[in-house]
């Protein structure tokens, strides 16, 4: 496709996205219908709409018995591991008596998701209300899901937040014109995540609503974590969320051009039956969220009670033209908040982001710490180029890393992609065999393949195995992922590595400062996230909670679960004109070409004389670390040439990634 077609095909997505749009009258129609069609039978009258007897639920009704106005009491739990978050979130809703409010910014159809979406549904059956609000990025995108959904029950909404083109589903001239005509809108996204429960308990985090969130796939999947909070902060997570679908950005699903033109053609669509790839894996789940001495055992024990706790989260008001308007004062913006946290830090900062891309702001924030007499120590996990969903990210974090080590004084980790102890459980990542299939042949398709693992997500055709053996195609979008406007599609995915199998990337945001604070959330301390993105987080000041999370962070930057980042041993000669060459190199907008640059991954080589993993500047570190390369692990190839020629060029993209 040549450069002048592609120029013609932008500007048809702009005049044709006004001509695809629905009157004010069709809304109504379109409303009309599926308000028409809604059932409005309960199947329980009883006074809790026969909610499961929940001992987590009941947690929340301990922690508001036991709170007084000005001594609250919470109790507050780590889910890290994906599955059992899931199993959290399917007991809740089935405990819930009479709200549920779910917000997120990706919600799939694959089986993690419909299993949620299926609870919600039986929950507004039962006499619940259930609003269920989504990004329109990464919503939804099957039309007959979304006519169906909102077609469901009365007790049941749908919002869609932020919908370019007034549409649920984007093809690739939306994404184009949106680029084109309004870009700053487009990029304005509501990554929240948030699930309330009657407004007594809450889950807050980095789990969007799809399999790879919950060690639900067999390619790839997120190390993530989120916070479970029983007690009267749940009230600010509802009034926050009620913020949002209030909001004018926020529209009901059969108002959308796309979704209304399918109530009129064909009214109400029936709900598609769910066809779950790995049916076994259901039942566990099912029966696991319905127990109640394992949900005891794995929650309800594990709760930390605390007092101080905090829910902070962007407005709707962040997405506003001018953010500088006195409305915004007062609005206890997330940003502010984490970074007089990090401000006030006195001995140490464990961070913990997918993506480390510094705003301006936040390098002056961490140059203001590392002036210090005593500077606090900053502990950085994040992932390696093996392991990112998000290469371009990784480009510029890359291009920036003598920066980060010698004026800001990270200790960078970066994420292995097959970390050796990571929360997971092992046996979900298996992919099931064919009808059919031989233990052999099934074990030599998972682990057998090209060198870059033939079964690796973003190495592929696009295309993966349904249940029955089948092809079919899939399209994915991903929390931080972009879609490129100059293709079809998305450049920004995983790239080939070197080894077999189901690997893993860092999807968790955290924070712990000086032992004593701790916070989970939904903010990557990252330009996007302070500029586009609207973000939440939990901050709990409790020694117990923060000590807990550290070690939680302390895990993922063992050595079996990352490299470390340290500057490489300096030539016998010319050492001094390699790291003036590279500082200057790295400091160019663009032709940042310099080959020798200034730090690469190490990996620890424990033996007698190194029995523990030791900090970069400890004397005897490269005596017992081995460098690994600058891109440990990743099959060398066209997206990896994306990576460098995006280090050489890409630093105008640091305040939009």
């Known amino acids: 496709m040549n450069f002048l077609l592609r120029l013609l095909l932008l500007g048809a997505a702009v005049l044709g996205a006004g001509c695809a749009s629905l009157s004010p009258q069709q809304k109504d129609r379109a409303q009309g219908i599926a308000i028409a069609a809604r059932s409005s039978t309960v199947t329980c009258d009883l006074p809790d709409r026969c909610a499961l007897d929940s001992p987590l639920r009941a947690l929340g009704g301990q922690a508001i018995a036991g709170s007084q106005p000005e001594l609250p009491l919470h109790y507050a739990t780590i889910l890290d591991e994906g599955e059992l978050s899931l199993v959290a979130r399917l007991n809740l809703i089935r405990s819930a008596t009479r709200s549920i409010d779910l917000q997120t910014y990706i919600f799939d159809t694959d089986d993690s998701a419909r299993l949620v979406l ?156 769910a066809r779950f790839r790995r049916p076994e894996r259901i039942a566990r789940v099912d029966a696991e969220a319905s127990d109640p001495a394992f949900i005891a055992r794995q929650f309800v024990d594990t709760a930390l009670p605390v007092r101080s706790v905090s829910y902070v989260a962007d407005l709707p008001r962040k997405h506003r033209r001018d953010r500088s308007d006195s409305a915004l004062a007062g609005q206890h913006l997330t940003e502010p908040r984490l970074d007089a946290l990090i401000a006030g830090a006195e001995r140490e900062v464990l961070l913990q982001t997918p993506y480390l891309v510094l705003s ?83 074990r030599s398709r998972v682990l057998g393949g090209s060198a870059a693992g033939s079964n690796v997500r973003g190495s592929g055709s696009g295309r993966r195995l349904s249940a029955d053996g089948s092809e079919v195609e899939y399209e994915l979008l991903r929390t931080e992922t972009r879609p490129s406007f100059l293709g079809t599609r998305a450049v920004n995915r995983p790239l080939p590595v070197t080894r077999r199998g189901a690997r893993m990337g860092l999807h968790a945001k955290s924070l712990v400062v000086d032992r004593r604070i701790g916070v989970i959330g939904t903010h990557n301390f990252d330009p996007r996230s302070e500029n586009y993105n609207t973000e939440g987080a939990v901050i709990i000041e409790d020694p117990v909670f923060a000590e807990r999370l550290a070690q939680s962070i302390l895990r993922d930057v063992h050595p079996d679960n990352s490299w470390v980042v340290a500057p490489r041993q300096k030539a016998p000669v010319l050492s001094g004109l390699n790291y003036s060459l590279g500082k200057a190199s790295e400091a160019l907008p663009v032709l940042d070409f310099w080959p020798w640059r200034y730090a690469t991954d190490y990996a620890f080589q424990p033996g007698p004389d190194c029995p523990q993993p030791l900090p970069r500047q400890d004397p005897d570190f490269h005596r017992c670390y081995t460098a690994v390369g600058d891109f440990p692990e990743v099959d060398v190839g066209p997206k990896w040439l994306l990576v460098r020629m995006l280090t050489a060029f890409g630093a105008g993209l640091v305040p939009i990634l």
């Not at 649920?168 to 929240?192: E, I, T």
């Not at 920036?400 to 970390?419: C, T």
């Open 118 to 273: 299926d609870e919600l549904l039986a929950a507004a059956r039962r006499g619940v209300q259930v609003r269920l609000l989504i990004d329109q990025l990464s919503a939804i995108s099957d039309l007959e899901v979304l006519g169906a959904l909102s077609t469901a029950h009365v007790n049941f909404q749908l919002r869609v937040y932020n919908p370019a083109f007034g549409k649920a589903k984007l093809n690739y001239l939306d994404y184009a014109g949106s680029v084109l005509c309004c870009f700053r809108r487009f990029n304005q996204r509501m990554h929240n995540k948030l699930l309330v429960i009657d407004d007594v308990i809450g889950v807050v985090g980095g789990r969007n609503y799809q399999d790879d969130y919950y060690d639900w796939d067999h390619e790839y999947n997120f190390r993530d974590r989120d916070v479970l909070v029983a007690g009267p902060e749940a009230r600010e997570m509802a009034a926050n969320f009620q913020a949002f679908w209030n909001a004018r950005r926020s529209v009901d699903a059969e108002r959308l051009n796309d979704v209304g033109r399918t109530l009129l053609r064909q009214g109400p669509p029936p709900m598609p039956p």
């Open 360 to 442: 301006e702001p936040a390098q002056t924030l961490f140059k203001d710490l590392r002036r210090r007499a005593t500077p606090p120590r900053v502990v950085v996990s994040t992932n390696s180029l093996a392991a990112t969903d998000n290469p371009i990210v990784y480009a510029l974090s890359y291009k920036y890393k003598r920066r980060n080590l010698r004026e800001l004084g990270f200790n960078i980790y970066e994420y292995k992609p097959f970390p050796l102890d990571a929360p997971v459980a092992s046996f979900n990542i298996v992919p099931p065999p064919l009808p059919g299939e031989r233990e052999e042949q099934h």
